[in-house]
């Protein structure tokens, strides 16, 4: 598809390069020329310097030629005005990026009547995924699939877990009660699909799908168990911060450390029952003041990698149970394992995520990418005339690095597949792989 992405910030970086990947043709449209000569010199994509609101910079883009519009700057007018002139000029499907919630949610002329499709905030995203980690305590990860009935985590194995160095294969037997899977482990820096002679290490982050009904148990099983969620301290009052705030509010004794007085005056005024403290977050002798020890969660949510990267550690030293950290910089996502932080997130990929499954909600079911994992995870529907029904999966070739991880049958009926499954039309299925393999997997449905 034709695609013109409008912002070449972080966000749309990471977007361009990943609608590239998708074999989309990706026009790029920034006013700041340093960002152009940055896409120029790494992306494979044709890039123009001017305002995305500018009728003449659009022709020239080739607007008339356009499937999809994403308007991703940091100027919220300037994403709703491109949007709305993509639209009247017949681009199917428009997305704009917003950071005032107004916009979304209070503003009196909807997105539809503006003649947008979706209107995104980045920060509203990445809030949902950090509480969605913070219900399941003892994730790394947490993906929902068909609203909630299938789940994949992440667990980052430790002492508990009670069959280090057993061989994949025998441990199967030990798991033939549960309805689960190990789609992928992450050992170092390197993304492994496991084998039978494969073995599971401490220190190892996995990544497992299994029915909602069995999450517990499989947790259990990995040596993990939710902590009893009472205390919870947030590093960071920005929009992300104040989000999530706001959502656990009700629920949690909820402590916000701020660096900025006035954003934390504002704050305060916003914030029911928490508990606002202006002070840095990587002093830790504030940090113990305010009961950081006896915390069951930390999130680091500020605008500064560094400084969410060290409280984090500060707190996982001080003995708090787990962390959720945001980052900024991709590159720094490599390495968070190798330094033991729990649960890590970019915005970035958040938002990313969320644009590239609306861009393929006709295509797919679903569609998920983990920070830090060379893998994605598709949740395609068999049909009647799919190669993937007319046999068992045993006599279909598979693609390498692909991994059919659970069936949800017609029924709702939940199935961890093996040779003998037979697909029918209309059962979804989830699928892992590794990128490259996507066409091949798709010529079975």
Same mark, same amino acid.
């Given at each position: 598809?034709?695609?013109?992405?409008?912002?070449?910030?972080?966000?749309?970086?990471?977007?361009?390069?990943?609608?590239?990947?998708?074999?989309?043709?990706?026009?790029?449209?920034? %006013? !700041?020329?340093?960002?152009?000569?940055?896409?120029?010199?790494?992306?494979?994509?044709?890039?123009?310097?001017?305002?995305?609101?500018?009728?003449?910079?659009? %022709?020239?883009?080739?607007?008339?030629?356009? #499937?999809?519009?994403?308007?991703?700057?940091?100027?919220?007018?300037?994403?709703?005005?491109?949007?709305?002139?993509? &639209? %009247?000029?017949?681009?199917?499907?428009?997305?704009?990026?917003?950071?005032?919630?107004?916009?979304?949610?209070?503003?009196?002329?909807?997105?539809?009547?503006?003649?947008?499709?979706?209107?995104?905030?980045?920060?509203?995203?990445?809030?949902?995924?950090?509480?969605?980690?913070? &219900?399941?305590?003892?994730?790394?990860?947490?993906?929902?699939?068909?609203?909630?009935?299938?789940? /994949?985590?992440?667990?980052?194995?430790?002492?508990?877990?009670?069959?280090?160095?057993?061989?994949?294969?025998?441990?199967?037997?030990?798991?033939? #009660?549960?309805?689960?899977?190990?789609?992928?482990?992450?050992?170092?820096?390197?993304?492994?699909?496991?084998?039978?002679?494969?073995?599971?290490?401490?220190?190892?982050?996995?990544?497992?799908?299994? !029915?909602?009904?069995?999450?517990?148990?499989?947790?259990?099983?990995?040596?993990?168990? #939710?902590?009893?969620?009472?205390?919870?301290?947030?590093?960071?009052?920005?929009?992300?911060?104040?989000?999530?705030?706001?959502?656990?509010?009700?629920?949690?004794?909820?402590?916000?450390?701020?660096?900025?007085?006035?954003?934390?005056?504002?704050?305060?005024?916003?914030?029911?029952?928490?508990?606002?403290?202006?002070?840095?977050?990587? !002093?830790?002798?504030?940090?113990?003041?305010?009961?950081?020890?006896?915390?069951?969660?930390?999130?680091?949510?500020?605008?500064? #990698?560094?400084?969410?990267? /060290?409280?984090?550690?500060?707190?996982?030293?001080?003995?708090?149970?787990?962390?959720?950290?945001?980052?900024? &910089?991709?590159?720094?996502?490599?390495?968070?394992?190798?330094?033991?932080?729990?649960?890590?997130?970019?915005?970035?990929?958040?938002?990313?995520?969320?644009?590239?499954?609306?861009?393929?909600?006709?295509?797919?079911?679903? =569609?998920?990418?983990?920070?830090?994992?060379?893998?994605?995870?598709?949740?395609?529907?068999?049909?009647?005339?799919?190669?993937?029904?007319?046999?068992?999966?045993?006599?279909?070739?598979?693609?390498?690095?692909?991994?059919?991880?659970?069936?949800?049958?017609?029924?709702?009926? =939940?199935?961890?597949?093996?040779?003998?499954?037979?697909?029918?039309?209309?059962?979804?299925?989830?699928? =892992? =792989? /590794?990128?490259?393999?996507? &066409?091949?997997?798709? %010529?079975?449905?």
């Amino acid at each position: 598809m034709n695609i013109i992405v409008v912002g070449a910030g972080d966000i749309g970086f990471h977007l361009c390069n990943k609608l590239l990947s998708d074999n989309h043709n990706v026009t790029i449209i920034d %006013k !700041d020329p340093v960002r152009v000569n940055k896409m120029n010199e790494q992306l494979d994509a044709y890039v123009l310097e001017g305002s995305g609101s500018s009728y003449k910079t659009l %022709k020239t883009a080739k607007i008339e030629n356009t #499937d999809i519009f994403v308007a991703v700057t940091s100027n919220d007018e300037v994403n709703l005005i491109a949007s709305i002139i993509a &639209k %009247k000029n017949g681009v199917q499907t428009t997305i704009a990026r917003v950071r005032n919630s107004e916009y979304s949610t209070n503003f009196s002329i909807t997105a539809q009547e503006l003649g947008i499709d979706m209107i995104i905030q980045p920060e509203k995203e990445t809030a949902n995924a950090i509480i969605n980690l913070i &219900k399941q305590t003892s994730a790394t990860d947490y993906i929902e699939f068909d609203k909630g009935k299938i789940k /994949i985590v992440g667990i980052r194995l430790d002492k508990k877990y009670p069959y280090p160095d057993m061989k994949l294969q025998s441990l199967s037997s030990v798991l033939r #009660d549960f309805p689960l899977r190990i789609l992928a482990l992450k050992r170092a820096d390197q993304t492994i699909i496991p084998k039978g002679d494969d073995t599971l290490r401490i220190g190892d982050q996995i990544f497992v799908i299994c !029915d909602s009904n069995y999450l517990e148990h499989a947790l259990y099983f990995f040596g993990k168990k #939710d902590v009893k969620l009472n205390n919870l301290m947030i590093l960071g009052g920005g929009l992300t911060g104040q989000y999530v705030a706001t959502a656990l509010d009700d629920k949690y004794n909820v402590k916000i450390i701020e660096s900025d007085e006035k954003k934390s005056f504002l704050l305060a005024q916003s914030i029911r029952r928490g508990l606002v403290i202006n002070g840095d977050g990587t !002093d830790l002798e504030m940090l113990n003041t305010e009961g950081l020890a006896e915390m069951d969660e930390f999130v680091a949510v500020s605008g500064d #990698d560094e400084t969410n990267i /060290i409280s984090s550690m500060l707190a996982l030293q001080t003995g708090v149970p787990r962390t959720i950290t945001l980052i900024k &910089k991709m590159e720094y996502l490599r390495m968070t394992s190798s330094i033991g932080l729990d649960a890590v997130l970019t915005k970035q990929m958040v938002t990313v995520n969320v644009i590239r499954q609306f861009i393929r909600r006709k295509k797919y079911a679903q =569609f998920a990418e983990i920070p830090g994992l060379d893998a994605a995870i598709v949740e395609l529907v068999a049909r009647s005339e799919s190669k993937i029904v007319k046999k068992p999966l045993k006599e279909i070739k598979i693609p390498p690095n692909t991994i059919f991880g659970a069936v949800l049958k017609s029924n709702n009926e =939940f199935e961890i597949p093996t040779g003998n499954t037979q697909i029918m039309p209309g059962d979804k299925v989830v699928v =892992f =792989f /590794i990128p490259g393999v996507l &066409k091949e997997i798709e %010529k079975l449905f």
